[in-house]
């Protein structure tokens, strides 16, 4: 009985040859259209060389658009850092204007003792030089026209010998670092 099953068995084994032997007849018609893909081979290396070429004008697109966006950073970082400088001078010099106002009503009042008030000017004018090494400027005041930007307008006077709109007296100095104003000048504006 092992004869009858082998051969049982090989009946199937029989047919899935004959199954397998048909593809391998077929094969060589299938072997001409592997040339044809090995034709389309070369056209896809074309299609890979012109992306290289057209990245080539993107890289360098980008290099430029990375080189103006590093400048752009430089001098944004430099401006910061002079707007950080201008910030500091701007605060350091409005903690010592009420030493300046001291130091200046000082000057005002009178005194008998002429080295006590000689003592008080070397100080002011101390002052005022380390004012202006940091850039600070005065605000001119008195017989100019007012000007809101720089003015700040306490007091109003009517007087026919004095222009429109002129400070005709000046309360509280007012000083500026460049076109910053630190401190607006308090007037008496005529007219």
Excluded: C, W
Excluded at 51 to 68: G, T
Excluded at 89 to 105: A, G, H, I, Q, S
Excluded at 136 to 150: A, L, M, N, R
């Amino acid at each position: 009985m092992s004869g009858k099953k082998k051969n049982e068995h090989s009946a199937p084994e029989a047919e899935e040859k004959k199954e397998k032997t048909t593809p391998a007849a077929e094969q060589p018609e299938e072997k001409p259209a592997e040339p044809a893909a090995e034709e389309q081979k070369p056209e896809a290396k074309e299609p890979e060389k012109a992306p290289a070429k057209e990245a080539a004008p993107a890289d360098s697109d980008r290099y430029i658009r990375l080189m103006a966006e590093f400048d752009n950073y430089k001098k944004r970082s430099a401006k910061e850092r002079e707007n950080i400088y201008t910030d500091v001078r701007v605060d350091t010099v409005t903690k010592f204007l009420p030493v300046y106002d001291n130091l200046e009503r000082a000057l005002r009042a009178e005194t008998a003792d002429a080295a006590y008030k000689r003592g008080v000017e070397m100080t002011f004018n101390q002052l005022l030089d380390v004012f202006k090494k940091l850039g600070v400027e005065e605000i001119e005041s008195v017989g100019k026209p007012f000007d809101p930007q720089v003015h700040n307008a306490v007091m109003h006077v009517e007087d026919e010998t004095k222009g429109e709109n002129e400070i005709v007296e000046e309360f509280q100095k007012g000083f500026r670092i460049g076109d910053r104003v630190i401190r607006f000048s308090m007037v008496k504006v005529a007219n």
